[in-house]
């Protein structure tokens, strides 16, 4: 009887150590859960316009680079014009200012 009570307690005990090691943690994992713990302030969604002057934000940002391809156009137009009044001979009338 002593045998078979030692033998079902070695077969138990062997039969634990699996189940066991499943449920323990490395010292990363742990690590990892103590730097992600609940010491963190809850985080937001990024609003590029908190905290931000006129000049940095995005709007103003998209305008400026508008405004900067509106020119670009225009002066090309320009020089397009003048070229192919060239080619025809005939002569840019320049208007004064008032």
């Known amino acids: 009887m002593n045998k078979i009570i030692t033998i079902v307690l070695f077969l138990f005990f062997i039969g634990q150590l699996p189940v066991k090691a499943q449920f323990t943690e490395s010292k990363e ?14 985080r937001e969604a990024y609003n590029p316009y908190l905290d931000k002057k006129k000049k940095d ?10 405004k900067k391809g509106s020119k670009k ?3 090309d137009y320009k020089r397009q014009n003048k070229r ?3 080619k025809l001979g005939i002569k840019p009338v320049k208007v004064k200012k008032a």
């Not at 994992?29 to 809850?42: E, Y």
């Not at 934000?57 to 508008?66: C, G, L, V």
């Open 57 to 66: 934000k995005p709007s103003s940002i998209a305008a400026r680079e508008e």
């Open 29 to 42: 994992r742990k690590k990892m859960w103590r730097k992600s713990g609940k010491r963190h302030k809850a």
């Open 73 to 75: 156009m225009k002066r």
């Open 84 to 86: 192919n009044m060239k």
